[in-house]
């Protein structure tokens, strides 16, 4: 993985970073730069949407729209690819699978067991942000 490296960042990525800042920051912090190109989709952006306003989250309005427009504004947005032959526990977790397979992405960053349990997918790594980060050092 290098520089201009193709990613999907989950939902949860963003939520970390901006939440609680950390590692998850740095991968921002890289797509801000376009040091690597992050991907998303109209499902992905509409669970993103939904999260960053769960009450649980206590993010003001204010930063609830700035992180969606943050990934407006840095993400290659593409129409999700069909992929039937994944089974997963979480049928959730397809579409960042789908839209990574849409866009040829290199990677899925994510904190998601689910993801993370599959190690890959085809060609696609899936790794937590620290595995990422440690992949591009």
């Known amino acids: 993985m290098g520089a201009h490296s ?3 960042l989950d939902t949860n990525v963003f939520i970390s970073a901006f939440g609680w800042r950390g590692i998850p920051w740095s991968i921002v912090d890289l797509v801000r730069h376009g040091s690597i190109v992050n991907h998303t989709s109209e499902e992905m952006l509409e669970e993103l ?3 960053v306003a769960y009450p ?3 993010f003001s309005t204010q930063l609830q729209a ?3 427009e943050f990934v407006l504004a840095n993400s290659n947005l593409v129409t999700s690819a069909a992929v039937t032959d994944l089974i997963i526990e979480d049928p959730d977790d397809i579409k960042i699978v789908s839209c990574a397979v849409a866009a040829k992405a290199h990677c899925i960053i994510s904190g998601d067991p689910h993801l993370l349990d599959l190690g890959s997918y085809r060609t ?3 790794l937590n942000p620290a595995a990422f980060i440690s992949s591009i050092r």
């Open 6 to 8: 193709k990613v999907v």
């Open 49 to 51: 949407r939904r999260v």
């Open 56 to 58: 649980k989250l206590k």
């Open 66 to 68: 700035d992180i969606i």
């Open 124 to 126: 696609i790594a899936i």
